[in-house]
């Protein structure tokens, strides 16, 4: 240590030598030097350091993004304009618009060194995170970690750099449910390939496709004939990088000649479905038929290399755009043949202020649901958006990118026929906006009332007075368990509307003597309330005749209302045929409930990025004539 204590006085202070004794002292003596009034932490210098390595902070999307470097506002729009591009292909070709429910990275941020040195020398000091890489995303802090370089230094610019671990950064936050190593997906290096190919082939996406990039094809072009299969590429693990090339452009040829593949990996990927994911890629990995086609697929790369590009992002000056009004954008987005319905409303105003518009697409008749036809139309039918829009003198439409939610078929009446519909989404840039400050409750209520399903949308601050919430006890209530979330003071009111006696039972074990009540029969008809005066999850069962049914959890907490605001809203099914089985209905009840997320998210992402609706009663069923039903059933949102 007495070494060490000397060396503080040998180097300048805060120079990379100097802090790797302070690293010392505090990590192997507690920091404590060899003089004995002398402590020297790693904890005393770090925000001293942050401030010098990162004197600029530049806020995006409302707060969305935070980048801390040394980089200028000019020198950092093309990178955020790079992986506005990125997510829109993403969105496209995972069909996900809201993020996982309760992912905690709403906000992102971006720690974006000046130069290579600065990053080796200090990166391990103020994270403990190790620099044998171009970058790195932790998805635990949602931050990521790169620096600018020269082309000496590495054969990726920052661009492509920011790209790939901006991927790593979405694919947390929308596709797989739980921290990257914490779930079970993670498990055995299943996901390495996958998320190392899938970062590598989103790195290049562009406004209409994702593109081949060049510099992966020459270096496949380098290998010869050591190619890697793709039971080789499937099995990679972290040691080398060889297989980023080779994962990247294995996606690169699903998305080209296989989307249904690529689709099916997404789906499982996002339901978690371990089992089913694994089994694909075993299918995969013997067909050798499927490996030609890859082969085949880089050989056609590698002779028109010469062709190819890399990452690049093209956009308007935003010191010079047309219009900083999205109902002019919205004027234009009605005169293109598929967004004659379009909607548009202000989506940022922060640095770079930006529109969203949303509408509904359908698709052709078929004679059956083909999910990857129906894909591939949408696709190109964004395109068409996107390309009518620009045919136009607003020079907006030149950054503006599209997506669509989730794909689903409806039956043509009086036909055999289907036909697809999804919800589209676009947004793009605007002229510095002046948003006229509107109360949170009233912008929410626009929003909601602004879209398919949300137009009769009740909204209101939780606050304002404590609420009744009705149970309505039915046949279906039986069968389907449901929580509801309430604020502390709340009422719920249990109705019985079964045909016969019900039985209400407590939980004891799951109760505060505050909330326990006794168990008791209710008649057809007959209601039992109860106020929620103490924090908890509670649960209760039901029974008829003596046959337990599915229970309810009651979860009261107290709630931050400084600006949170709750909708109430009422979906309907069409009506059917009393015949139809029941979960036809409640397939439909569940989609429109994806629907309402993600047209209300997709309005402005940045506002609400904590966000969710939930069920919050059973559905009833309505009698419609002789032969025919519908089911309604009431949800709850929740923008904190």
Same mark, same amino acid.
């Given at each position: ?96 618009? $809201? ?31 190790? /620099? ?97 299969? $793709?039971?080789?590429? /499937?099995?990679?693990?972290? *040691? ?20 249904? /593949? ?20 075993? @299918? ?143 947004e793009g840039p605007l002229d510095q906006a002046n948003l006229e ?48 979330? =309430? ?37 057809? *008809? ?67 409930? =994806?629907?309402?997320?993600? @047209? ?19 559905s009833r069923t309505v009698e419609r004539g002789e032969d025919q ?12």
């Amino acid at each position: 240590i007495d070494i060490i204590t000397s060396s503080l006085d040998m180097y300048p202070r805060l120079s990379s030598r100097y802090l790797d004794s302070v690293w010392v002292v505090d990590y192997y003596n507690d920091c404590q030097t060899a003089r004995e009034d002398e402590r020297i932490c790693r904890a005393d210098f770090q925000a001293e350091l942050e401030e010098q390595l990162f004197p600029n902070t530049h806020v995006f999307d409302d707060g969305s993004i935070i980048v801390r470097t040394p980089l200028s506002l000019e020198q950092l729009q093309p990178l955020y304009h790079a992986v506005k591009e990125v997510q829109a292909q993403f969105n496209r070709i995972s069909e996900t618009i $809201i993020p996982i429910h309760n992912d905690p990275n709403g906000v992102l941020t971006m720690v974006v060194y000046g130069t290579r040195s600065d990053y080796e020398d200090y990166q391990t000091f103020l994270y403990g995170l190790g /620099t044998s890489n171009g970058g790195i995303y932790i998805e635990q802090d949602g931050t990521f970690y790169t620096y600018e370089r020269t082309p000496r230094e590495s054969i990726y610019t920052l661009e492509e750099l920011l790209r790939h671990e901006y991927s790593h950064y979405i694919v947390g936050r929308y596709l797989i449910d739980g921290f990257w190593g914490q779930v079970p997906i993670y498990d055995n290096h299943r996901m390495t390939w996958f998320n190392e190919g899938f970062a590598e082939f989103l790195a290049w996406s562009s406004p209409e496709t994702v593109h081949a990039r060049r510099t992966l094809v020459q270096r496949i072009q380098r290998d010869g004939n050591e190619r890697m299969s $793709i039971d080789e590429i /499937t099995s990679a693990t972290y *040691g080398d990088f060889t297989f980023y090339r080779y994962a990247g452009s294995f996606f690169h040829f699903l998305y080209t000649h296989d989307i249904k /593949t690529l689709r099916k990996l997404m789906q499982l990927a996002h339901t978690s479905d371990v089992d089913g994911f694994d089994l694909l890629i075993r @299918q995969m990995r013997s067909d050798q038929a499927m490996n030609r086609l890859f082969q085949s697929h880089l050989d056609d790369l590698i002779e028109n290399v010469h062709e190819l590009t890399d990452p690049s992002t093209e956009f308007p000056d935003v010191n010079a755009l047309d219009t900083d009004d999205p109902l002019q954008i919205q004027e234009v987005m009605r005169t293109t043949r598929l967004a004659h319905t379009a909607d548009c409303s202000l989506a940022a105003t922060n640095v770079n202020s930006r529109f969203s518009c949303r509408g509904r697409l359908s698709g052709s008749l078929r004679d059956e649901a083909d999910f990857t036809a129906a894909w591939s139309e949408y696709d190109a039918n964004l395109n068409e958006i996107r390309a009518e829009s620009l045919d136009t003198d607003l020079n907006n439409f030149q950054a503006m990118l599209c997506r669509t939610g989730p794909i689903k078929f409806l039956d043509r009446q009086d036909s055999d026929q289907v036909y697809p519909v999804a919800d589209y989404f676009c947004e793009g840039p605007l002229d510095q906006a002046n948003l006229e400050v509107v109360d949170h409750v009233e912008r929410v209520t626009g929003d909601f009332q602004s879209t398919r399903l949300g137009a009769r949308a009740v909204c209101y601050r939780p606050e304002d007075s404590p609420r009744e919430h009705t149970v309505s006890l039915t046949e279906e209530s039986l069968v389907s368990s449901v929580t509801i979330r =309430i604020n502390t003071g709340d009422t719920v009111i249990w109705r019985n509307d079964h045909a016969q006696n019900i039985l209400k039972v407590r939980r004891p074990e799951a109760l505060g003597e505050a909330e326990n009540f006794a168990s008791g029969n209710l008649a057809p *008809g007959q209601d039992f309330s109860h106020i929620f005066r103490n924090t908890g999850r509670f649960q209760y069962d039901y029974r008829v005749n003596g046959i337990p049914g599915a229970g309810y959890v009651i979860v009261a907490e107290p709630i931050d209302y400084e600006n949170q605001v709750r909708c109430d809203v009422t979906f309907s099914t069409i009506a059917r045929r009393k015949s139809i089985d029941q979960d036809v209905f409640n397939t439909d009840l569940q989609n429109d409930l =994806i629907s309402l997320q993600n @047209q209300v998210y997709a309005s402005n992402p940045n506002f609400y990025r904590e966000f969710s609706c939930e069920f919050d009663a059973p559905s009833r069923t309505v009698e419609r004539g002789e032969d025919q039903i519908y089911l309604t059933r009431n949800v709850q949102c929740t923008i904190s």
